[in-house]
C-alpha cells in the first residue's frame, strides 16, 4: 500500500503533468469559490460572476504554472512581462474556443444521452490539451533570448 501511495504521490507532485494537473484542480476550485462570491455575495448576473470565475482562475494560475509546474527561468522584468502576457492572452483564446465549442458540440452529438455534458467533457479535454502544450513550447520557455 505504501508503495502505491508513494506511485501515486510521485505522478502528481513529481512529474509536469502531475503537477499540471493539480494546479488545474486548484484553478478550478479558486474559480467556483470566485463565481460564487461574485453571484451570491456580491449579487453579479451570471455573465458578470462567469467573467469573474475566468479572471480569477487565470490569474491564480499563472504564477503556479510559471514557478511550480513549467519552473521557467526568466528573470528579468521583460522576460516575465512577455512571458505572463502571452499566459493571459492564450488563456482568454483558448476560453474562447471553449465558448465556441460549446455552441456547436452538444448539437453535433445531439444523438446521445446527456449530449450537453458530454460535449462540455469533450470541449474541457481539448481546452486542457491546448493550454498545456502552449504553455510548455510557446508561453514558459524558462530561457531568456538575448
Known amino acids: 500500500m505504501r508503495k502505491l501511495i508513494n506511485k501515486a504521490w510521485h505522478l502528481l507532485f513529481g512529474t ?3 503537477k499540471y494537473l493539480v494546479v488545474g484542480a486548484l ?3 479558486v474559480s ?7 453571484f451570491y455575495l456580491f449579487h453579479l448576473n451570471e455573465t458578470l460572476s462567469t467573467v469573474v470565475k475566468n479572471a480569477a482562475g487565470i490569474a491564480f494560475a499563472y504564477y503556479p504554472n510559471r514557478r511550480w509546474v513549467f519552473e521557467s527561468g ?3 522584468a521583460a522576460a516575465i512581462s512577455k512571458e505572463s502576457l502571452l499566459f493571459f492572452v492564450t488563456r482568454i483564446v483558448v476560453l474562447l474556443l471553449d465558448m465556441g465549442l460549446m455552441q456547436f458540440l452538444p448539437g453535433l452529438i445531439g444523438f446521445l444521452p446527456y449530449h450537453e455534458l458530454i460535449a462540455s467533457v469533450i470541449s474541457t479535454v481539448i481546452c486542457l490539451i491546448l493550454n498545456y502544450v502552449a504553455s510548455k513550447i510557446y508561453i514558459f520557455t524558462g530561457k531568456e533570448k538575448k
Open 32 to 38: 467556483f469559490i470566485a463565481f460564487a462570491l461574485a
Open 74 to 76: 526568466n528573470k528579468s
Open 27 to 29: 484553478t478550478t476550485l
Open 16 to 18: 509536469e503533468k502531475g
